[in-house]
């Protein structure tokens, strides 16, 4: 009689533990609704946290990583969604981790998931952050690969947008390849190769006037190149 008793206990348990999750999990799926109506990303972080905490799935995960993401929370992303490369990551899983770790400084692990996103779908906006990636880490040959690739397949829609200065700023894509082409020439030979990167500048500029970020690098390597003149002739 007892153990009847302690079983009809048990199963009247879970079925109000079933009955209590299903009613949250309505509860958390109308405040989320309701954030998104009223525009509180905070308030969708939350909706979407409880709903993924009491009904998991990677659908869900991957779209609150993605909200983080956009709203510069890296590290909360990566904490999110993990950083390791998986061959049943979703698209929007390897576009917030390759996103998020070169946000962190993390210049090999993103590497790692821009080189998926190509592979997944190559276009020339991968091919640039492939191409940044790969200079950053000193890896020329590879970095030309994907510069000649961009230099290609960058269409005149294109646009590429720059932070350096206090308000962000779009250039056209295949301007930005030249930019980054003339990084890669002069990284061949930091001296030799002056007055060839800077003729790439030159194009660039004259493709895109707003360029400040190429304006800044060729006032650079002009300063350097008068240094080295400055050198040689002391050196005489």
Request: hydrophobic share 40%; no cysteine.
């Amino acid at each position: 009689m007892k153990q009847l008793l302690l079983l009809v206990l048990l199963i009247s348990g879970i079925q109000l533990d079933a009955q209590s999750n299903s009613e949250l999990i309505k509860h958390f799926e109308a405040y989320s609704k309701q954030m998104r109506a009223q525009g509180d990303i905070q308030g969708i972080i939350n909706g979407m946290t409880h709903l993924n905490v009491l009904s998991p799935s990677a659908a869900r995960t991957d779209t609150l990583a993605y909200i983080y993401m956009t709203e510069g929370k890296y590290v909360q992303a990566l904490n999110t969604i993990g950083i390791d490369k998986k061959v049943d990551d979703s698209d929007i899983a390897v576009q917030v981790k390759a996103i998020s770790l070169k946000s962190v400084n993390e210049p090999e692990l993103s590497l790692i998931q821009f080189e998926e996103l190509f592979k997944r779908e190559p276009n020339a906006s991968v091919a640039y952050e492939l191409a940044e990636l790969t200079l950053q880490l000193k890896k020329l040959d590879e970095a030309e690969k994907h510069i000649n690739y961009g230099l290609v397949n960058s269409k005149a829609d294109m646009k590429h947008t720059y932070y350096e200065q206090q308000s962000p700023y779009q250039v056209a894509l295949k301007s930005g390849f030249m930019y980054l082409n003339a990084l890669l020439v002069y990284n061949k030979d930091n001296k030799g190769n002056i007055d060839a990167a800077v003729d790439i500048l030159d194009a660039a500029l004259k493709a895109s006037p707003n360029f400040n970020l190429t304006q800044l690098t060729k006032s650079e390597l002009l300063r350097q190149k008068q240094a080295l003149q400055a050198q040689s002739a002391q050196g005489n």
